[in-house]
């Protein structure tokens, strides 16, 4: 991470995760269909695998060249359509579910000992009474401590069948003995929606991280929640959400969308059109609703955008969006490994795609947010390149572009400040994580006992802090220039708000990150002037 010229965005890990996530149904085909067995390319691939397993003179792991020949395959096609090998995939499938089955806890492994994080919000652990700092040392009697054995093993030790019983054994600071919690493992949620919370006494603000299984649902209570509340008009933050469900995306832009309206419509190879419209009476039809998107926004974030946009609902604030308006789905390979193959395209009400080009390879694909940095397009909306024969115009009469990502309503730039966007790396990529655990250590009872106030009031952070983590840093071989008196507030900022994830959760955490933030101040400055 050195280098002054290297550029880091937020979440720029997320872009990574665009690439193919699931817009649509598992899909899974019949292998004895006649379409399958009587196609004579796949009789060729099938006979040459037969040759090496049993003619070629050594030994060759053939399972490793058919990984190989599916990803070549697949790299020919599109940047979307991937392939997810046999031991990623229930880790994938899991993380779009939207909850698993354990006892629901975050854990360092220090010095060959769990040590809790955080007892994950909603989980057996929480509601049991096992809080961070913990140290689990058995499971059903059994040590799990000077194992030197990998976080994935551990995991497997506390992880089961839903309902079944596990009895822990755990070392709390400033108590002598171990405590004893016997846990049932149920389902931990997995939540997609951040944070929801009110920004004024009008304004609501929720943030969705992904479109998962569950994602309706939670924005469903987060927004009753908010209408309780007071709540007039909607900030609802994608920025960096990947994408996920389509039918999640449709059910939240359909709270907004007047029914009957299109929402979107797909294509497929044969030219064959699924439209989608809206089918009920939203709670937020009539309320005013802002979208912030950035250029790490994709799919079905994408999706909600476009369909706001070309309906004349709302105000979609920020960037022009990552550009992804392919359709994939899940075809399991029999062997436990799947493919995500794009199989249409989607296009928002006004007909356009948002899908950017990939004619000039992967390579070029995925470096887009370098060639959108060095054009200053995060910068200006000036510099945003469009194709006037992709212009298109909304029944409002707005007009809109299609070719690659949703073009906000109102342009905010990004602050490109290197320092900074390296901070940001550092922080969503989890290296702040670990030296803030190491603070809350230090003084566990303490901080596992205060309230969020207090925390706001009484918690600051030291320039003896600042100076540890230039330190902490130097372990690591990262050179950092943000102890600079310049950079010490934002540094401040991030540090306390991984203090609040830590102990409040990401609600919290959220609300930290948000103060000073350019868009939700443009946000709560257009609600005010009405």
């Known amino acids: 991470m050195k280098g002054k010229n290297k550029i880091y965005t937020p979440l720029l890990l997320s872009i990574a995760c665009a690439i193919g996530l699931i817009l649509g149904a598992r899909l899974n085909f019949d292998p004895s269909d006649e379409l399958f067995t009587a196609n004579p390319k796949k009789q ?9 397993d049993y003619e070629y003179v050594d030994d060759v792991n053939t399972d490793s060249i058919v990984d190989v020949t599916v990803n070549k395959i697949l790299e020919n096609l599109d940047p979307h359509s991937v392939y997810i090998p046999k031991e990623e995939y229930a880790r994938v499938t899991e993380n ?48 799990l401590f000077n194992l030197d054995i990998s976080d994935d093993s551990i995991t497997t030790q506390l992880k089961g069948k839903e309902n079944t019983k596990v009895t822990l054994k755990v070392l709390r600071k400033g ?17 997609s929606v951040d944070a929801s919370y009110m920004l004024t006494d009008r304004l609501g603000y929720i943030k969705i991280d992904r479109f998962s299984e569950t994602t309706y649902k939670e924005f469903s209570d987060a927004i009753t929640e908010l209408k309780a509340k007071g709540a007039k008009e909607l900030a609802l933050d994608l920025r960096d959400n990947p994408g996920g469900y389509l039918s999640e995306a449709i059910n939240i832009a359909d709270e907004f969308i007047k029914d009957d309206k299109l929402i ?92 950017k080009p990939y004619d000039n390879g992967n390579e070029s694909y995925f470096n887009d947010y370098m060639q959108r940095y060095k054009n200053g397009e995060l910068n200006s909306e000036d510099s945003i390149e469009v194709n006037d024969s992709l212009r298109y115009v909304t029944p409002g009469g707005k007009v809109v572009y299609g070719g ?14 290197s320092e900074k966007e390296k901070l940001t790396f550092l922080l969503r990529a989890g290296y702040m994580s670990r030296f803030v655990f190491s603070i809350l250590e230090e003084n566990r009872e303490y901080y596992n006992s205060i309230s969020k106030e207090e925390f706001r009031n009484e918690i600051n952070i030291t320039d003896e802090m600042i100076n540890d983590f230039d330190r902490y840093l130097r372990q690591l071989n990262i050179g950092l220039k943000s102890t600079s008196e310049s950079h010490k507030p934002l540094l401040k900022k991030y540090l306390k708000a991984e203090i609040a994830q830590q102990l409040f959760g990401t609600n919290v955490f959220e609300r930290y990150l948000n103060e000073d933030d350019r868009l939700i101040e443009k946000v709560i400055q257009l609600s005010n002037e009405k």
Not at 175 to 191: C, E
């Open 44 to 52: 060729k691939l099938n006979r040459l695998i037969d040759y090496i």
């Open 96 to 143: 779009m579910k939207g909850d698993f089955v354990g006892i629901g806890v975050s854990f360092y492994n220090i010095q060959d000992t769990i040590v809790v994080i955080k007892a994950l919000e909603g989980g057996p652990s929480e509601k049991i009474g096992i809080r961070g700092g913990d140290r689990i040392l058995y499971a059903n009697g059994k040590k």
């Open 264 to 355: 979107l419509f797909t294509k497929n190879k044969s030219g064959a059109i699924e439209e989608t419209y809206a089918q009920r009476e939203g709670r937020f039809e009539d309320g005013k609703v802002y979208v912030l998107i950035n250029e790490n926004s994709a799919s079905a974030s994408e999706v909600v955008a476009g369909a706001l946009q070309d309906n004349d609902v709302g105000t979609i604030i920020g960037r022009r969006s990552y550009g992804k308006g392919l359709v994939q789905r899940e075809m399991e390979l029999g062997d436990g490994s799947a493919v995500r193959l794009t199989i249409a395209r989607y296009y928002t009400p006004t007909g356009r795609s948002i899908q």
């Open 175 to 191: 108590i002598k003995d171990l405590l004893t919690f016997k846990i049932k493992r149920g389902k931990v949620p997995l939540k």
């Open 404 to 417: 690659g990502g949703i073009i906000p309503d109102i342009f905010v730039p990004k602050d490109t400040d």
